[in-house]
């Protein structure tokens, strides 16, 4: 999951660095509903890639598939936190912060 972690942080650059350029296409992207089967298409498309990625560092199979949806879960949810959000946090906080009440809910404890 490190490794999942570690990629999408280093994603979260590139969304902050094109703030309102990425704002303004999830805008588009919110309007239309063939749009967002699409994004839904793209994120599948890039759970497997990353899926990919673990395996080849030799990561188990159902391992690397449940970090990866897991990760597109934490992406999900931080990029429409960030996006919709008062503007308070960064996306690589809104990541972190993600990750950890995720790592709370798999333990069972209470966030």
Not at 17 to 36: C, K, P, T, W, Y
Request: aromatic share 2%; charged share 25%; proline share 1%.
């Amino acid at each position: 999951m490190a490794a999942a972690v570690a990629a999408l942080d280093a994603a979260a650059d590139v969304f902050e660095e094109r703030g309102d350029l990425v704002r303004l296409r999830q805008s588009v992207i919110d309007a239309n509903a063939e749009l967002r089967e699409r994004e839904l298409i793209k994120l599948a498309s890039l759970s497997g890639a990353l899926a990919d990625a673990l395996r080849d560092r030799g990561v188990a199979d159902l391992t690397a598939r449940l970090a990866a949806e897991a990760a597109i879960a934490v992406l999900k949810v931080a990029f429409g936190r960030w996006i919709h959000g008062p503007g308070e946090q960064t996306l690589r906080q809104l990541l972190a912060e993600c990750v950890d009440a995720l790592g709370a809910a798999v333990a069972g404890e209470a966030v």
